[in-house]
């Protein structure tokens, strides 16, 4: 158990809706990431996001956007769906910037 | 941009018999390099990273990796896999001195044969 908990671990919707995926990090960790891990696309880092302020983002779509609240966990918002949004969305999180990421175990979305 | 190659889409191996997995990078300067292994309905669980230093690096569950600049691989060995070992191993760079931005590689599935 990495410590980072995500939620839910499934969710299953149809294509045109809008889902949040949930992201409790590490107690005492800072910075959050998150990745998306799809058949076609693999492994890819989308956003991060350190004491709340957004810093850095990757191939993120903007149908998706992400938040970092107060109490350092984070949200994963995703919106107008489509098939091809079916994946894996993993948080990780890490103490600094630069230091070790630990990962959850992962929200696997299936639109249909 | 950086990238990594994992050539081997999937490898299968008898119990007890050694193991490597390769991984080639491609980035300006040396990054920061990693293997994660994913079993499944898992996530992913960090085997060992090379920052700098000894070009040797050992893991967890017995598994080491050779950095080689010349060859800009990082490949990960193990003497005697186990039954256990079977999953997904991912190779992943970042740049040095930034955030923890991992550039993941395709994955390697290892299967075991009894």
């Known amino acids: 158990d990495s410590g980072v908990t995500q939620t839910p671990k499934h969710l299953i919707t149809a294509t045109g809706q809008r889902v949040t995926l949930r992201c409790s990090p590490r107690?005492?960790?800072?910075?959050v990431y998150w990745y998306q891990q799809s058949l076609d696309q693999g492994l890819q880092f989308l956003i991060q996001?350190?004491?709340?302020?957004?810093?850095a983002k990757g191939n993120i779509l903007e149908r998706f956007s992400a938040q970092q609240f107060p109490d350092l966990h984070s949200e994963l918002n995703l919106s107008s769906l489509e098939l091809g949004d079916s994946a894996l969305y993993f948080c990780?999180?890490?103490?600094?910037?630069?230091?070790?990421?630990?990962f959850g175990q992962g929200t696997r979305l299936t639109v249909v | 941009a950086q990238s990594v190659t994992q050539p081997d889409i999937h490898i299968t191996v008898s119990e007890g018999a050694s193991l490597e997995l390769r991984c080639n990078y491609s980035?300006?300067?040396?990054?920061?390099l990693f293997w994660y292994v994913q079993s499944p309905g898992q996530g992913l669980q960090l085997l060992l990273k090379?920052?700098?230093?000894?070009?040797l690096v050992q893991g967890i569950k017995g598994f080491e990796a050779e950095f080689k600049r010349s060859q800009s691989s990082f490949n990960l060995r193990k003497p005697s896999v186990h039954w256990s070992d079977a999953a997904e191993y991912f190779c992943?760079?970042?740049?040095?001195?930034?955030?923890?931005?991992?550039?993941f590689g395709s994955g390697t599935q290892l299967t075991v044969l009894p």
């Open positions: 996001y350190y004491n709340g302020e957004e810093r």
């Open positions: 992943a760079v970042c740049r040095i001195g930034s955030a923890r931005q991992l550039t």
């Open positions: 090379y920052f700098s230093g000894d070009t």
């Open positions: 980035y300006g300067a040396t990054p920061y």
């Open positions: 107690s005492g960790d800072l910075s």
């Open positions: 990780a999180s890490s103490v600094k910037l630069n230091t070790e990421a630990f």
